[in-house]
């Protein structure tokens, strides 16, 4: 190898591991300067907008979950919401608690599987959390439980986590019953000082100071926490309804990826938890607000290396917020609301566990779907990737070895979770040093 | 070093959702308990990554969709002792198998501004149609019962028994109410396979088929009630054309039923 001027470096990870899906990242480095930095989705496209076509608005909830196995309720609820504004309904304030309930399970499923399974590993220095669990086995125990805990939430509501079958336009196709719920809320509880110590530990792990400048953009709400619903908002003071996103968001494609790239206002920007946070972290209750300072981090953070305080931090409101609005539950009957469809177009949106998931829908008469589109939040934090890459690598240092700056940049990668199948439309290293 | 005597397992993903290989990820505790058992040697979304490393059983998910899918499938098959696939992905082509009923260029090109930029096959098909498959684990989701129950058995050199009864059988074993008999719906439950526990009539609602056809299912039949429940033929033909489209009983009875609809 040539190392007698200007250090060639080309770094190429074929399959990034610990991420949802497939993708490769492509570096190459001349000396001090970033020639190529390609953040490659090659994980093949599915087509489901096409699929959706001519299907009947019932069979909506189904079909978009199987884009991902992980967040398939953030799909789901994104299409109720899409259509049920279209048909002019609202399914009233059970199915809204139900329906946030239900989402409260698939954060806590979500990000402790990212916290634990997918990114601590990097930062205490394991391959996996099952090689982690021989050093750490309280820590792997107690994460592999709250995600547990999220799944069988999901369960009480969906019949079972990945691909629930509970939720309809309308509503739910069954409500659970109350003892089934009693047995849940006393989990729920014992389980918060568990989420609590999750948050401690996650805020006690040393993160490389990496301040960016970057806009937020997340759904905000007049009284809650961004979940099952909201207006879109941006860190520059935009609000918008999910019907006018396509006013101020641009979707584009390049080469190397299938999946399509977002901007706004011409620029990358940031969907997710540290997003929410960011800029609602004024809607959560006192106790959280109060346990987020206390972890030492100053909120709001411009520091992606705080994504995961962030993802735990959610962890713990979304299981204090699932124990509140089951507190008082009550079983009903009929736990959705008559449905008429009526033609038009449907815009809908909710918090995916990575970030904001905008659906549009065109319907017609008979309520068959005439065309559909998805914007998934890894897609729009594509581009925010890749330039955060950029940035962190060069404040990294570009004369570490290949396996420093691969480490690096794969925890660059992580701190997005981001869940490729969704995008396809995620990573192997390719770098190369000239 | 003792590990190394342990049997290697492989998990491996293809065109997919990443919610079947949850139901190893979704085990908790007991995840741990099968790490004792078994090494993980290739597991990418779980960290282990040594994709063409010779393996006791190989799980693959996702259906084959790209030319670069067919190499590694190969490359999986003669690397592994037993491969099982598990889900309606690998098992029957997944929901994108849709895509081999329509034109697929087309449908890229509605999607994608560039297509020449898209790498990726006319049809989505199941692994069973490229190399051989030792073992089929059906459902859209497997769950982490059926994983367990394959693993276990395949440690202890035997086959696991297969489920091949239907939903409507799971229902009266359940002391399910029937959702067709009772409410009209237009459940899949008689043509069905069971193992998902029939979740859906038990919340109510009709089954839609995420385990695949059953033993001998009798679709003509189903297809014909379906009418009788006031069914046009095209929405009888989007119940067989949904999750397992692409395992021949449905697709058959799919397009059949789509056929009354042209004609």
Redesign the interface.
């Known amino acids: 190898m040539d190392e007698t001027q200007t250090r060639k470096v080309n770094i190429h990870v074929p399959?990034?591991?610990?991420?949802?899906?497939?993708g490769a990242l492509h570096l190459r480095i001349r000396g001090d300067v970033i020639e190529t930095l390609m953040l490659q989705i090659?994980?093949?496209?599915?087509?489901f907008?096409?699929?959706l076509e001519?299907?009947?608005f019932e069979?909506v909830p189904?079909?978009v979950a199987?884009?991902?196995?992980?967040c398939?309720v953030a799909y789901q609820i994104s299409a109720v919401n899409a259509l049920e504004s279209l048909f002019g309904i609202d399914p009233g304030p059970w199915v809204h608690a139900m329906r946030r309930v239900l989402y409260c399970g698939e954060w806590i499923?979500s990000h402790c599987?990212h916290i634990h399974?997918?990114a601590a590993?990097d930062y205490l220095g394991?391959?996996?959390?099952?090689?982690m669990?021989h050093d750490h086995p309280a820590i792997?125990?107690r994460g592999?439980?709250l995600?547990?805990l999220g799944?069988d939430l999901m369960t009480l509501l969906g019949?079972?986590?990945?691909?629930p079958?509970?939720i309809?336009v309308g509503g739910f196709?069954?409500a659970p019953r109350a003892d089934d719920v009693a047995a849940m809320l006393a989990r729920l509880r014992a389980a918060l000082s568990e989420s609590e110590a999750l948050v401690r530990w996650t805020a006690s792990i040393p993160m490389p100071d990496d301040e960016q400048t970057f806009t937020c953009v997340a759904l905000r709400d007049a009284g809650e926490y961004p979940i099952h619903r909201g207006r879109i908002t941006a860190s520059d003071g935009l609000a918008i309804d999910a019907a006018q996103y396509d006013r101020h968001f641009t979707e584009?494609?390049v080469?190397?990826s299938?999946a399509?790239y977002s901007q706004y206002r011409d620029q990358p920007y940031l969907v997710g938890p540290l997003a929410r946070l960011n800029t609602s972290a004024d809607r959560l209750p006192d106790v959280v607000q109060q346990l987020m300072h206390d972890t030492g981090v100053r909120w709001p953070s411009r520091s992606m290396f705080h994504s995961m305080v962030a993802r735990a931090v959610e962890v713990h409101y979304a299981l204090s917020e699932a124990a509140h609005l089951l507190e008082n539950y009550m079983e009903v009957p009929a736990p959705a609301v008559a449905v008429t469809p009526r033609a038009g177009i449907g815009y809908g949106c909710s918090e995916a566990p990575r970030g904001l998931l905008w659906h549009r829908y065109q319907v017609d008469a008979e309520g068959l779907i005439v065309d559909a589109r998805i914007v998934p939040p890894t897609s729009q934090n594509q581009a925010r990737i890749e330039e955060d890459l950029r940035l962190s690598l060069q404040d990294f240092g570009l004369r570490h070895s290949d396996e420093e700056l691969r480490l690096h940049c794969e925890k660059v990668i992580r701190n997005y979770d981001p869940?490729i199948?969704c995008a396809t439309?995620f990573l192997k290293l390719h770098a190369e040093r000239l | 070093m003792e590990s190394t005597a342990k049997p290697k397992v492989a998990v491996h993903k293809f065109s997919s959702c990443d919610g079947c290989q949850l139901a190893f990820l979704n085990l908790g505790a007991a995840l741990m308990q099968v790490a004792e058992l078994v090494d993980f040697t290739h597991f990418a979304e779980a960290g282990p990554l040594a994709p063409d490393a010779a393996v006791d059983i190989a799980f693959v998910e996702g259906s084959i969709a790209t030319p670069d899918d067919l190499q590694r499938i190969a490359r999986v098959r003669e690397q592994s002792r037993f491969l099982v696939t598990i889900g309606a992905c690998a098992t029957a082509g997944g929901v994108q198998a849709l895509r081999n009923l329509a034109n697929a260029g087309e449908w890229i090109a509605g999607v994608y501004a560039r297509p020449e930029h898209i790498h990726s096959l006319d049809r989505s098909t199941p692994i069973a149609e490229h190399v051989k498959v030792d073992l089929e684990l059906w459902g859209c989701p497997v769950n982490g019962r059926q994983v367990l129950g394959a693993l276990r058995a395949l440690l202890f050199g035997v086959m696991p028994a297969q489920e091949n009864d239907k939903v409507c059988m799971e229902c009266k074993r359940r002391q399910t109410v029937c959702v067709m008999v009772t409410r009209g719906r237009a459940c899949m439950g008689p043509v069905t396979r069971t193992g998902c526990g029939a979740l859906c009539p038990s919340f109510g609602r009709d089954c839609y088929a995420c385990y695949g056809p059953a033993e001998n299912p009798n679709t003509a039949a189903l297809a014909r009630r379906f009418e009788g429940l006031g069914l046009v033929p095209e929405a009888v033909a989007r119940r067989f054309l949904f999750i397992n489209n692409g395992a021949p009983a449905f697709r058959d009875a799919g397009l059949k039923s789509g056929e009354r609809h042209d004609g």
């Open positions: 399959v990034l591991a610990r991420v949802e899906g497939e090659y994980e093949p496209p599915r087509l907008e096409k699929f001519g299907r009947s069979e189904d079909m199987r884009i991902c196995g992980i398939p499923q599987l399974l997918l590993p394991y391959e996996s959390a099952i090689a669990a792997v125990r592999l439980a995600q547990g799944n019949a079972r986590s990945v691909h079958v509970g309809k196709h069954h584009y494609q080469e190397h299938t399509l869940c199948s439309h």
